[in-house]
């Protein structure tokens, strides 16, 4: 089974894109995390993950929400592959199944 579950923040303004006929849209979370070391001080951390929503998702991510905003996003996990120069590289890019916006918004 492949299912994620996540809570973060916008990074940036997700960037929306049409590709073969249909949208993706492409974002970043930020995704914080406390931990207590063995003294019991917690300890901040913060990953910074790639996300991406396809068609309805993705119009409706890019339409609705902005850098800072805090999102709860269930996906599953993909692996991209592909070569440069001599190199074969990879990422983890998290597919966005179901989301939601967490908290209430502030106007700036």
């Known amino acids: 089974m492949n299912i994620c579950c996540f809570v973060g923040k916008l ?3 997700p960037e929306l894109k049409e ?12 995704v914080e995390d406390y931990r207590k070391d063995k003294e019991g001080e917690k300890h901040r951390r913060v990953d910074y993950l790639d996300f991406e ?42 597919r966005v199944k179901t989301f939601k916006a967490v908290g209430c918004r502030t106007e700036n």
């Not at 073969?20 to 979370?29: D, E, G, K």
């Not at 068609?55 to 070569?83: M, N, S, Y």
């Open 53 to 94: 929503a396809w068609d309805t998702g993705a119009t409706t991510i890019a339409k609705h929400f902005k850098k800072g905003e805090l999102l709860a996003i269930e996906a599953e996990a993909r692996q991209h592959k592909w070569v440069s120069g001599d190199q074969k590289r990879q990422k983890v890019v998290f």
């Open 19 to 30: 590709t073969n006929n249909t949208y993706v849209v492409n974002f970043s979370l930020a």
């Open 11 to 13: 990074v940036a303004d």
